[in-house]
Structures are given as C-alpha cells and as structure tokens.
C-alpha cells in the first residue's frame, strides 16, 4: 500500500475542512506536478469518486462545487492523462456501492459496507468502503497476491524476532496488514467518533477452545497497534463462535476492545455473544453471519435428501437467520451489537442485508470480486429485512438438521457450538491457511 498516498489524501480530504480544503488541494498540486504525476492522477481520482463525502456531507454545495474544481484544476496540469481519469470516475459514479454509500448517507438506508480482503482497501473507498475484514485465509491471500511486498515483511520480522515462536511472528505479520488497513481507514474512524472505520483482526484459529489464549493475543496485538498508532486503534478483534470465546469476549470487552463474533453462523450463536458484549464496554462490535458458510453445507444437505434445487433453496437460509437474529437483536434491545455480513457468494446476498430501519445497522463486508460482480448491473437497494420469510420456503428449509439449529433461537446451547458442522469446516479451513502461515514464516 502506498504510504504516501494516504498522507496526501487524508491531507486534502480527512485532515481538513471547508476553509482550509482548496489551499490544501492546491498545495498539494505544487509539490506533486511534475514531480509525481501518478500520485497526483490517483487523487484526483480519489477527488471525483465518493471519497469527498466524509468532508462534504449531504448539505455542504459550496464545497462540493469547491471539490469539483480543484479536480478540474488537476485535469488541466494532468492533461495527457485526463481521459484516462474522467473514465475511472464515471464506472466509480456508476457503482452501486457509492449509490448504497449516498443512501445511507441520506438516511435512506442504515448500512454500510467494508472489503472483505487485506488488500484494495484504497480503491474500496472510492465506492464507500468504511470497513475491513481479514482472518487467516485473507492473509494468506494477501501475502501470496504480493509475495514482492510480504517476502520483504516476513524476512523482516523473522530477523527482528529470531527465537520468537511462529505464532508470535505470524501475528507480526497480520499485524502488519492490519496497520497499513488501519491507517488507511483512520479518517473515517476519527469523522464518525469511533463508529466506522475499523480493521477486523482474527485470533489464532488453533486457540478456539483457549479463552485465556485468545484474549492474550487480543492484549498483545491490541497494545502493539496503539503504540503504532499514537492513540486507539480502530480494529475489532475476530473471535470464533465457539463457547470459550464467550469467556474470551467477556475478558476483551470488559476491557473496552470491541469484537466481531465470527465462526457464526445462528440466531443461538449471536445472542449468547451479544449478551455478552450488551456488559461490556466497547464502542464497536459484531456479530458475523457467514452467508454462503451457512448456505453450503445445507444446500449440500438438502440435495442429500433429494430437496429439488437445494442450491437456490439454500439462498434463502442464511437470508432467514440474518432477519431473525435482526428482530432478535433489536426486541431485546442489544444495542451494542451489529449484524455484519460476510461470506458472500453473489448480489443476492447484498440484497438480502438492505435495511432501512433506524434500530440497527447491518455491515456488509464482501471480497472485491463479489463486490465487482454486484457493480456489474444497476441495482434497485431496496429494504425487504421486515418482511417474512414464506412460511413455504422455511417448511423445505426445515428438512435440513443444520438450517434447523441455525435458525430457532434456542437451536443450540453453549456446549454445543463446538460441534455444529459450520463452525468444525470454517474452523478447519482457516487452521489449513493458518498452517500454511507457519510454513512460509519458517
């Protein structure tokens, strides 16, 4: 990620306001025209996309207008790029994800949406993107998509703390991801007082039956990005939804360090965990539904038992636990807690997390090619989370064992958590990426 970047967009966008934006944009100009054109070229980019809206607000035409000209004055110094830049601001103005920003901005809608992956945050908030959300899998990815970049890192950190066991050094590693996230995001994280612009950071999956160990990673990574930082990180800690982690999620919220309950994939799941974070102290925390996590094994379950279109059938499961887990939340006033979805397997999901009630806000966290393929077609964003599920379609989804323990609100106890089939195959996949982490810190 490119470190200057951020220093020059948070400059002219996040760290300054009405008075001071067109001196800061035309300061900007002259140190970098000339000099560093592609820099320039991306900020104005970053001028013309939906970026400009955590400074202008709804109302605020004067600086609008304001924002437009000093991207026109770029074009003028950047001429022989100008087309290329027009053309990149209008498939961003065409995105529905800035048309899902812009609602929610207007009070339209109460949701906002994140990128599922530890890289691409940049170009994710010139659509609105005002979250991050990475686990042992993404970072895997993200260090085999930029092995120039996270080769250096590792033998970096591997010199730095020779003799340290691997999991330390890995979370070195994850650490590093989420910072340069973090810092990206930390303008919004400062604008909303705290509530948006946050970094999803994942405990060692190989601890999920470990309170004592996770919240000691949580302490550990927690206190090492506040000293990077200067001040309060703004990351929430990825615990999975087993029962150790109610412990856990008691010992880190107790303590002010927001969390996203992930590894969740049921009502039962969600409110045990927001119970917990409701005592807790926290400025942020979630509760994850891992749509196609969920959808999966019961698409695969129902064709077992011969359910015609399990496949589409099971789109609809993860779509049911979200809306019940919504009104579960709300009724019974858990207000500390939001509803991130995750795990996305196509615009149906997106579709499904609209909501236009004031009560609570869903997140929507996607990987840039679902992301994509939702910018891919006008899109109506229209609520449907109060309406019911067809009684019908519940009926077929009730066949499957796992879709039943999902979806009723005592469908599981604590103890039983551990051994539901989502949680022992998620669990599993990220040990795989984690053991993967090992190998290539050495």
């Known amino acids: ?55 202008t607000g709804n109302e605020n035409g004067a600086l609008a207008e304001a924002v437009t000209r000093q991207a026109e004055e770029n074009l003028v110094v950047l001429q022989s790029r100008a087309g290329q830049i027009r053309a990149q601001a209008v498939e961003i103005e065409k995105s529905n994800l800035v048309k899902l920003s812009r609602l929610a901005d207007e009070g339209k ?7 599922d992956n530890g890289l691409g945050i940049m170009d994710a908030m010139r659509r609105g993107a005002a979250l991050v959300t990475t686990n042992p899998l993404i970072i895997n990815m993200a260090r085999k998509a930029a092995p120039e970049v ?10 730095k703390y020779a003799g340290q066991p691997v999991e330390k050094r ?7 991801v989420v910072l340069e996230n973090c810092r990206a995001l930390r303008g919004i994280y400062e604008k909303t007082n705290r509530q948006g612009g946050y970094v999803n950071c994942q405990v060692n999956p190989n601890d999920s039956k470990d309170a004592d160990k996770m919240a000691e990673e949580v302490f550990f990574v927690y206190g090492e990005a506040e000293k990077a930082l200067s001040g309060s990180p703004n990351i929430v800690f990825k615990l999975p939804g087993t029962q150790a982690s109610l412990q856990a999620a008691k010992m880190v919220t107790e303590r002010g360090i927001g969390i996203n309950i992930t590894v969740n994939f049921s009502v039962a799941q969600s409110l045990a ?3 917990v974070i409701q005592k807790g102290c926290a400025a942020r925390s979630y509760v994850t539904m891992m749509s196609g996590r969920l959808d999966d094994p019961i698409a695969a379950e129902l064709s077992a038992l011969g359910e015609a279109d399990a496949a589409e059938l099971s789109k609809n ?3 049911a636990v ?9 009724a019974r006033g858990l207000d500390k807690t939001e509803i991130l979805v995750a795990s996305l397997r196509g615009p149906w999901n997106f579709d499904a997390s609209i909501t236009d009630e004031p009560a609570s806000r869903i997140v929507i966290s996607a990987f840039p090619d679902k992301w994509a393929e939702y910018d891919s077609a006008p899109r109506s964003i229209v609520s449907h989370i109060a309406e019911p599920m067809p009684e019908d379609v519940i009926g077929r989804l009730n066949k499957s064992d796992i879709f039943r323990k999902a979806y009723a609100a005592d469908g599981m106890r604590p103890e039983e958590f551990d051994m539901y089939t989502p949680v022992q195959q ?4 990220f040990i795989d990426s984690y053991a993967e982490l090992k190998e290539y810190m050495g």
């Open 426 to 429: 998620t669990i599993g996949a």
């Open 109 to 115: 809608i109460n949701n906002r949406w994140g990128n």
């Open 322 to 330: 979200t809306r019940r887990v919504y009104r579960e939340l709300i």
């Open 317 to 319: 499961a993860s779509m």
């Open 1 to 55: 990620m490119n470190t200057k970047w951020i220093e020059y967009r948070d400059r002219i966008i996040f760290d300054t306001d009405a008075a001071g934006f067109e001196g800061a944009c035309a300061k900007a100009r002259g140190e970098l025209a000339g000099k560093d054109d592609e820099l320039l070229a991306a900020l104005t980019v970053d001028l013309l996309s939906y970026l400009p809206r955590w400074i």
């Open 273 to 275: 965990f927001a119970e």
């Open 150 to 159: 996270y080769d250096k890192v590792r033998d970096e950190i591997n010199a």
């Open 170 to 176: 890995i979370s070195y590693l994850t650490l590093d």
